[in-house]
């Protein structure tokens, strides 16, 4: 009767020791793969429709998870702050995923086109401020097409009368707010009195002037409908009567008149 050999403690530590290293080597790969698939979540970008507001969601350490998306930059965080929707339909950019920001940029630019470009058309100043914010915040996107800025420079540029317009108006604010500060500065005891005095000597008139003019382009010249204290436009002088030309197109010459015959001087009596 055969017998089977007992198997050594050498062979048992073999064995035990492969199926450890085997382990070892399984383990190390599964965490591997959770560490990729971290990364690659981290720097995935998604959108998601939250209380009328799509919100920019940013993946998690983690191989699933995301959460709102806030730079430490504050200029970033306001272009990538949520963004009203306004019966906006972004089904295809919440299906979307973003594994770069320059993606990211690319695909909200058309959201922020759509909501400013009818806000500009309007010419109501309320919805053109609407307008700028957005296109404000489309300018802060660095990641978009060299077409899409081309397209931004248009837009900006069509507001462009009404951001002067804005900057008049905050002249006009801070050359008034100047103006009254000299003022009560000259009024005083204070040991300013006297510059103050002689500032608003100088600066007075001319200030007044252009506080003005300021408000009447701001309040008077920039109103849409405004046709009243508009300059008429000159009258224009009708032309000359033509020359009447000869049938060579030279002027005619003038025909002299025939004198008129004296009965006396002709010698006929009547």
Do not use: W
């Not at 806030?70 to 089904?91: F, H």
Request: charged residues 25%; hydrophobic residues 35%.
């Amino acid at each position: 009767m055969n017998e089977t050999p007992r198997q050594g403690f050498g062979y048992r530590a073999r064995r035990t020791f492969t199926r450890l290293l085997v382990f070892c080597l399984i383990l190390g790969l599964g965490g591997s793969v959770v560490v990729l698939l971290s990364q690659l979540n981290a720097r995935t970008f998604t959108l998601a429709a939250l209380d009328g507001q799509l919100v920019v969601m940013k993946g998690r350490m983690a191989p699933a998870g995301a959460l709102p998306y806030r730079p430490g930059d504050p200029r970033m965080a306001d272009a990538y702050a949520p963004i009203p929707l306004e019966g906006q339909d972004v089904t295809l950019l919440l299906m979307q995923k973003f594994t770069e920001r320059d993606e990211l940029d690319r695909a909200l630019f058309p959201l922020l086109e759509s909501l400013a470009r009818p806000r500009i058309a309007s010419e109501e100043p309320p919805r053109v401020e609407q307008g700028l914010y957005y296109l404000r915040r489309a300018e802060k996107l660095g990641g978009i097409t060299e077409e899409q800025r081309l397209t931004l420079q248009k837009l900006l540029t069509e507001v462009a009368y009404f951001q002067a317009r804005q900057k008049l108006e905050d002249a006009r604010r801070l050359v008034s707010d100047a103006l009254a500060q000299l003022k009560l500065a000259a009024e005083s005891q204070s040991r300013h009195a006297r510059s103050a005095h002689q500032m608003l000597t100088a600066v007075g008139p001319p200030a007044r002037d252009l506080e003005e003019a300021l408000r009447r382009a701001v309040h008077t010249l920039s109103g849409p409908q405004n046709t009243q204290g508009e300059t008429p436009p000159p009258q224009q002088t009708p032309p000359p009567a033509p020359t009447p030309t000869g049938p060579e197109g030279s002027p005619a010459a003038t025909q002299p008149t025939p004198p008129v015959e004296n009965d006396a001087d002709s010698g006929t009596t009547p």
